[in-house]
């Protein structure tokens, strides 16, 4: 199982002391999720006046916008809940059941890239810059 997370940690950049460290680091450092949200945030700031920071708001908010599709929405909406689940009941959540997401929803995370770049390239044509 570790060197599995070796080569997840290696390919996102993320340090190891991250993933095996006390279990209230691994709460608190929940990979790449909470950059979802942070990215999210700004592009709802930038096309439409968005000021809502609650997690769950954002990935519903991302959808309506057209910003990502409806199915990435409901992605990132339960995606939200867990990260609330990581950083106030991390004493409950065992290394098992953060390697399976790790290593089963990995494509979650590509695919929000993959559609905030497109949406990225649309907005800059459509408003010049």
Do not use: W
């Amino acid at each position: 199982m570790k060197r599995e997370f070796t080569k997840i940690a290696k390919r996102f950049g993320c340090n190891l002391i991250y993933l095996f460290g006390s279990q209230a680091d691994t709460g608190k450092r929940y990979l790449e999720g909470e950059a979802v949200f942070d990215i999210g945030r700004h592009i709802l700031a930038k096309v439409s006046g968005f000021k809502e920071i609650e997690h769950k708001t954002i990935a519903k908010e991302l959808g309506k916008k057209g910003v990502i599709t409806e199915e990435l929405s409901e992605t990132l909406y339960m995606m939200a809940g867990y990260r609330n689940r990581m950083v106030h009941f991390y004493k409950e959540i065992a290394p098992e059941e953060l390697y399976q997401i790790i290593t089963n929803h990995l494509d979650d995370l590509e695919r929000f890239n993959s559609e905030i770049v497109t949406f990225m390239k649309e907005y800059k044509k459509k408003t010049g810059g």
